[in-house]
């Protein structure tokens, strides 16, 4: 009889989790500009990961966030991004979206990279940037240490070796490119061998 009733009440609960979130998710296209954060000119080349987080309810676990989608786009010389909107994506028994998402990584060689996420928290089906629009500014690393700590940290935010490094195939080359020049004595994660192996040819 105890088991019984433990059985009907994880069902009632996983069921209020299912219906506090939409049955899809689709996301609106994001349109922004990046400058340089002293003299407001555009920045070309700067990389920008936008991804879509699912969070895992209960009954699931796993290494590492799941991403429902995950895009890059690169800066032209107006300092222009573009990431696309992507249609009905059914959503997986258990999981959801993080509340603030997209979550936008922001990468470009001697600055500071960037992190942003919705201000306000959201549960709907179609997801939309605080971003879009909107300037973005970047600043120059003031310290070497301080650098390479950040490096470190966009690595982190797009779960480096867990991430589809298909998909982003511009951040991979970027964060290569500095491993090459980075001082001895400061880390940053490797790709995985098969990623090595296919990107460089090595």
């Not at 969070?55 to 676990?61: H, T």
């Not at 003031?142 to 797009?158: A, C, L, M, P, T």
Request: proline share 4%.
């Amino acid at each position: 009889m105890r088991i019984v009733k433990f059985i009907i009440i994880i069902l009632m609960f996983t069921s209020l989790i299912s219906c506090a979130h939409p049955p899809f998710y689709s996301a609106k296209e994001i349109n922004s500009i990046i400058v340089d954060g002293e003299t407001g000119r555009p920045l070309e080349g700067v990389v920008v990961v936008a991804q879509w987080i699912y969070q895992v309810g209960i009954g699931c676990s796993g290494d590492a966030p799941y991403r429902l989608k995950i895009l890059e786009a690169v800066t032209d010389k107006e300092g222009r991004f573009t990431i696309p909107g992507w249609g009905s994506r059914l959503r997986y028994p258990f999981h959801y979206l993080d509340d603030r998402d997209p979550r936008l990584s922001i990468f470009k060689s001697g600055y500071l990279c960037k992190e942003l996420s919705n201000k306000k928290e959201s549960n709907t089906y179609l997801r939309i940037s605080d971003w879009d629009g909107k300037i973005i500014s970047l600043w120059k690393a003031q310290s070497e240490e301080r650098y390479w700590e950040d490096v470190g940290d966009f690595q982190d935010s797009i779960e480096w070796g867990y991430t589809n490094w298909k998909k982003i195939k511009q951040a991979v080359f970027a964060i290569e490119r500095e491993r090459k020049n980075k001082p001895d004595k400061y880390r940053l994660s490797g790709l995985p061998d098969d990623a090595r192996k296919i990107l460089f040819k090595e």
